[in-house]
């Protein structure tokens, strides 16, 4: 049943990004589960800036998706700040699996493609501009390497809100 649903969201991702005409590289390589095992993993193999990617929910059940670059700390009362939210904390497995169909380890913006009812906000660092940056398409086992202004772009596609943090 996983390698079905693998299949079938992860072909989403790429009937997305080339129906948007989104160039990208791509590595595969063994899982990685974190920001450190996929820079051990990943430097030297393809470029763009490393990520790290956060699931999170606010007091009133809005869910966001942090993507920023994994030499950052991420500060969860800055960032409620930063977008008028009430108090951050991270969002459950189970959330992350019923919004976006992402299990712990493969989190990343091009799960949006599966939010159906656009309830996820993403939250990208506004840093990466004018940058590629690495992500996966949903599994831990590929990376793939766009432009900054590509996942804007996708992110617009599929209906979601985004802000630059």
Known sequence: ?????????????????DKLNIKYDRVDHKPVFTAEEAKSC???LIKGVRCKNLF??????????YFITDTK?????????????????FASEEKLYEMLKLTKGSVTPLGVVNDESNKVIVLLDKDNKDTNVLLHPQFNTTTLSIKYSDLIRFIEYCGNKYIEV
């Open 1 to 17: 049943m996983q390698e079905i649903l693998k299949n079938e969201t992860e072909e989403k991702v790429y009937s997305t990004l």
């Open 42 to 44: 990943v430097t030297g």
């Open 56 to 65: 999170l929910q606010d007091t009133k059940k809005n869910y966001y998706l």
């Open 73 to 89: 700390k991420a500060d969860l009362k800055l960032l409620r700040d930063q977008i008028n939210s009430t108090r951050l904390s």
